[in-house]
């Protein structure tokens, strides 16, 4: 084998190397990508003060159980719009509900 082939050789070799570990870069700057994506959507999602809850979601947000959501809804204490036997409490109802007690 002569000089040349080997140099060769050994830069093909370094390249390859490279651009493997460049590709895998990539890869991890798209998932990355991906999930910065999904956060910034669920952020959105979450600051929308119109966006309606279900009473599950309002619980969780509140911390209490179902059965006191629906209680807060009867008592007027939480403004709500109920479709058939759901309520929907908008996400401003809570914070509004939050800040007066």
Do not use: H, W
């Amino acid at each position: 084998m002569t000089m040349e082939a080997i140099i060769q050789s050994a830069l093909e070799s370094v390249i390859a190397e490279k651009l493997a570990k460049t590709e895998n870069q990539i890869e991890n700057l798209a998932l990355q990508f991906k999930n910065f994506e999904k956060l910034v959507k669920e952020l959105l999602r979450k600051s929308n003060p119109e966006e309606k809850l279900t009473v599950r979601e309002a619980a969780e947000i509140l911390k209490v159980k179902e059965n006191t959501v629906r209680d807060l809804c009867r008592r007027d204490k939480i403004a709500y719009e109920k479709f058939g036997c759901q309520y929907r409490i908008k996400r401003s109802a809570i914070t509004e509900y939050l800040n007066r007690i």
